[in-house]
């Protein structure tokens, strides 16, 4: 069964521009839904910390910046865009207390409310409004006439409203230039997951980090090693983006063509899948949001883990290639 897509027509802005509402965190998400938000016309406030080092930059776009818990009383529409590990801290102390009778508390990931770390009271509405790209690349479309495609869901729907009320907060943002999907929180959290883990950013890294090294081992130089298995594969990306798989082999030469198809199968094999299939087991049961959780309160393994990211050959003659190339260069800016 095919998926219903909403697009700009579907969407009533009236409906999120009649509420007030409080955005917690200013980070990738946070920023790109406030200021797409204030720019279509809702009233918004942001919610940080008092020592947030992301409040000037607010503050810098003419935003109202709060507590947390002092928008979230204000509000009567609270996004919550703070790290997933410390959203239910942040529920506990600043949202909870503060909802009241037909608010609405909205997620860009499902993540706490699929594995019960936050559980909202009857009466409010818990919906999701989940854009299927980073935030600067959201905030970015958004100002060139154009949108991210967003997952909306709706978890409890106290008021009756909870859908159109998602949808309409999506078309502020620019999603629904480019397409609205309903799914549910479960299924945007698993397939989230699995996609970054599995292919998006764990496979395409530990992919290219092998070839590289495959490539070095066997004597070939690193700046040879690193444009053809990192520099071009978002060219091939892009053509893949544009048009699918058949529109990337019909670009590519022949040879380049018949050895993928040959080889490729080969790379990701039977075990492959299967590990695939492990790793989903663990997002599905728990066991992975488990582990994150308890990592997250120490950093200790991670920040090894980001050492040894870092310290890669790829990133080192990376770096030295791209400072020969300046034009390749769009550094994402640090809003934590
Ligand atoms: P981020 O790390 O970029 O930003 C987090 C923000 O929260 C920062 O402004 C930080 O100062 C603030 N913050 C941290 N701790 C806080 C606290 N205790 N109280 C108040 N503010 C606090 O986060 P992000 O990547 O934008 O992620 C936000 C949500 O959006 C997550 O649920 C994430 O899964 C989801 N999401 C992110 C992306 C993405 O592009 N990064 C894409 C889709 C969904
Ligand atoms: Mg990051
Ligand atoms: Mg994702
Ligand atoms: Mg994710
Ligand atoms: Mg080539
Ligand atoms: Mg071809």
Redesign the pocket.
Known sequence: MAAEVFYDDDADLSIISQRKVAI?????????HALSLRDSGVDVRI???ES????S??EEEGLAVG??AEVAAWADVIM?????T??A??YKT?IEPNLKQGDAIM???G??IRYDLIQPPAGVDVAMV?????????RRQFNEGKGVPCLIAVEQDATGGAQALALSYAKAIGGTRAGVLTTTFTEETET?LFGEQVVLCGGVTELMRAGFDTLVEAGYQPEAAYFEVLHELKLIVDMVNEGGLSNMWYSVSDTAEYGGVTRGPRIITDETRAEMRRVLGEIQDGSFAKEWVAESKSYEQFNKLREDQKAHPIEKIGAKLRDMMPWVKRKITE??
């Open positions: 917690l965190g200013y980070g990738s998400q946070g920023h790109a919610g940080l910390k947030s080092k992301s409040r930059k607010a507590t947390p919550v865009l703070v790290p997933d410390v959203q801290d942040v600043d997620f860009g990931h993540f706490n989940a854009p299927k790209g980073p935030g600067h690349v959201v989230d809003t934590a």
